[in-house]
């Protein structure tokens, strides 16, 4: 659980520190731009056993993601929780792999901007147009396929270096 958590806090750091170096901003993605935290939340996502703990996580990274990030409450919760549905039924269906990993990623991602963007949209939101999400989208693969690609790597390493096969 360890190892869970401490991944979830580098990563939820790491968009803090990148966000401030690349100037990342709605209207002018970087390509080195991505969503760690939700890419390392559901990278762990095969590693729990215990569901209850994982939504439990998701959850209260959602909430700090939200007041960090969108200063909204509950928006992140509830999109949170739409992308742990869509990972369980992708986790359910396919292999745990690093392709599929990548896969995945990407999907959580786009799912999660275009959630954002209808939502956005629906409040009427100052200036989020379908380009703006198609340039987001973009600008997130690259970051998205090495964050993820490095992260299953570390996180295979560390749980079989500890001899971790699930979180209970």
Do not use: E
């Amino acid at each position: 659980m360890i190892i869970a958590i401490l991944s979830i806090i580098v990563s939820f750091l790491l968009d803090v520190f990148l966000s401030n170096i690349t100037s990342y901003s709605l209207n002018s993605p970087s390509w080195f731009s991505t969503i760690y935290t939700i890419v390392i939340l559901f990278l762990l996502f095969p590693y729990f056993n215990n569901q209850k703990k994982y939504i439990i996580i998701l959850i209260i990274t959602a909430l700090f993601f939200d007041i960090v990030y969108t200063s909204t409450f509950l928006l992140n919760v509830v999109i949170f929780i739409v992308l742990y549905f869509i990972v369980k039924r992708l986790n359910f269906w396919l292999p745990n792999n690093l392709l599929i990993a990548n896969v995945t990623s990407l999907i959580v991602i786009f799912a999660y901007h275009i959630i954002s963007f209808i939502t956005l949209n629906i409040v009427n939101y100052n200036d989020y147009s379908i380009s703006l999400l198609i340039n987001i989208l973009i600008h997130s693969i690259i970051a998205t396929i090495i964050y993820t690609t490095i992260m299953y790597f570390i996180l295979k390493k560390l749980y079989s270096f500890f001899k971790i096969k699930q979180i209970k």
